[in-house]
């Protein structure tokens, strides 16, 4: 059996959340807004369900908004936004997902697109988003809550005050954050909020988007009634009702196992750093999720590691899923100031809840193993000591 270290990409349904999804197609599969009781039944499921998970985010049921992930959510948010403001600018970190960059290419010509810059360490810096919500015309900001790749988490609190303070709109994709840190005020601070079941637990092809008051001007998809007219298409009741039971399931879980896997994953970088020496943890110094870390390795391109880890019986990732087949290099790096020899080389591992103290001494084992085979003569000539050229990127 591999160990599987790429939970950023996505997780495997909880036990609750399977039990929740076969128990409403058995029983709750009909059609939410079809007449009869059997789908009125499922429609008070699906209210009860949007109820609880307006609850936990403090904001009204009202403002809740099932979809099909984090994608669609940003997706939408982005050309809804770009209809909104006409003649507005948005600012976005240069560290957000392809789902909110890419719809934000689409949607808002280059004159009307500002690019927040972060640090070194993967954060927003906040001098630089003062200097341009100072400039004028930002009427829409974007910021993800915690970094896919690095895990770095981003100052919502402070950037959500900046925002407000001068009327602007915040949006976060809080994709990474949800199940696994306490939400506190994120909901309530931030206007839009994006989440997907599948990164704590639930299934995939199911998310929400939070938007900001009951009476917002938000539209997102046409053609039909549900979701109080704002994201048209039959509700996916199984799908919404395991992604509650697996929030609830992850947020007891992060409790519980957090801190001790997060002393853990600290204990496998000192580990890495010292069998392989050179490693460097890309936004180590800035807080971080609980359960990524981003290994710069010193040597050798990131699919050789991948490749041979796998081999071993350790699934990690090379950055984001989303990236992986993708030969361009990580935009979230670039905009850390990280080389491209570097980007090449980057290996993201990132936990789950059922991950064990000796998986990770067992993963830092097969770091050192790979490294002592790669590096070895034999190592060298078969193959690719030369992830360092900058001209194979
Ligand atoms: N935003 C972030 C930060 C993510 O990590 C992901 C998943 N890689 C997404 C958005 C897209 O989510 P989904 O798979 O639900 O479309």
């Not at 409403?24 to 008070?44: F, K, T, V």
């Not at 081999?311 to 090379?318: A, C, I, N, P, W």
């Not at 084992?365 to 193959?383: N, Q, Y």
Request: with cysteine; net charge negative.
């Amino acid at each position: 059996m591999a160990v599987y270290f790429d939970h950023n990409a996505t997780t495997p349904l909880c036990p609750s959340a399977r039990e929740a999804w076969l128990d409403a197609n058995n029983a709750r599969w009909h059609n939410p807004s079809s007449l009869y009781r059997s789908a009125g039944e499922a429609n008070i499921a699906l209210n009860d369900a949007r109820g609880v998970l307006a609850d936990y985010l403090g904001c009204e049921a009202e403002q809740i908004l099932f979809n099909s992930g984090a994608t669609e959510g940003n997706h939408s948010l982005m050309a809804w936004a770009a209809e909104r403001w006409p003649e507005g600018k948005i600012a976005i970190s240069g560290i957000e997902h392809p789902s909110v960059r890419e719809p934000a290419q689409r949607y808002f010509p280059a004159e009307r697109r500002l690019e927040l810059p972060v640090d070194e360490e993967g954060r927003v810096r906040l001098d630089a988003l003062d200097g341009i919500l100072g400039g004028g015309g930002v009427r829409f900001v974007s910021v993800m809550a915690a970094c896919n790749e690095t895990g770095v988490l981003q100052p919502w609190k402070e950037i959500a005050a900046r925002c407000h303070a001068q009327g602007i709109v915040l949006h976060t994709d809080a994709t990474q954050w949800i199940g696994k840190l306490p939400v506190g005020g994120l909901a309530s601070d931030c206007d839009y909020v994006t989440g997907s079941a599948h990164k704590f637990g639930g299934p995939k092809g199911c998310g929400f988007l939070k938007i900001a008051s009951e009476n917002d001007a938000y539209a997102g998809q046409n053609g039909g009634p549900q979701e109080f007219r704002r994201r048209a298409g039959t509700q996916n009741v199984p799908a919404v009702l395991a992604m509650l039971a697996a929030l609830e399931w992850a947020d007891g879980e992060s409790r519980r196992c957090a801190e001790r896997i997060g002393l853990e994953r600290d204990q496998f970088e000192r580990e890495v750093c010292k069998v392989v020496p050179g490693t460097r943890i890309v936004g180590g110094k800035a807080p971080r999720l609980w359960n990524t870390t981003l290994l710069a390795m010193p040597d050798f391109e990131h699919v050789r590691w991948l490749t041979r880890l796998d081999r071993l019986g350790f699934q990690v990732s090379t950055g984001s899923a989303c990236s992986s087949g993708d030969a361009g290099p990580s935009h979230t790096l670039q905009a850390m100031g990280v080389d491209f020899p570097t980007m090449k080389r980057v290996l993201r591992v990132s936990a789950g809840w059922q991950t064990r103290g000796e998986d990770w001494e067992a993963l830092g084992e097969a770091f050192a193993a790979t490294f002592a085979d790669m590096a070895s003569p034999k190592g060298r000539l078969s193959g690719q000591g030369i992830a360092a050229d900058p001209r194979r990127l």
